[in-house]
Nanobody, 124 residues
């Protein structure tokens, strides 16, 4: 089992950058692939990005490709989401999640563990 705590959200102007962090408890962090999801008001939770257990394989939603970068530091039990070129439509609560699946899963139901979320607001 793993517990996840996100940080780094905030208010930023369009075109700005933020880096989200997700700290995981436990000694088996590198047993999990990690994902970032987001949920805007009135919308369903959507996939943003995923990184494999070793960090060697990354996947992105088309809407964030070339703007966001996911990475992980297994020595620090932390996964990051660097967000550049932020747009108002990126405004949402961002969640990190962990999955034991080795497949490049992008559906929220495939992730067993979730953080509490961090708010990202992008003003125009």
């Amino acid at each position: 089992q793993v517990q996840l705590v996100e940080s780094g959200g905030g208010l930023v102007q369009a075109g700005g950058s933020l880096r989200l962090s997700c700290a995981a408890s436990g000694r088996t962090f590198d047993s999990y692939a990690m994902g970032w999801f987001r949920q805007a008001p009135g919308k369903e939770r959507e996939f943003v990005s995923r990184i494999s257990r070793s960090g060697g394989i990354t996947t992105y939603a088309d809407s964030v490709k070339a703007r966001f970068t996911i990475s992980r530091d297994n020595a620090k039990n932390t996964v990051y989401l660097q967000m550049n070129g932020l747009k108002p439509e990126d405004t949402a609560i961002y969640y990190c999640a962990a999955t034991s699946s080795v497949l490049a899963v992008t559906t929220s139901r495939s992730y067993a563990y979730w953080g509490q979320g961090t708010q990202v607001t992008v003003s125009s």
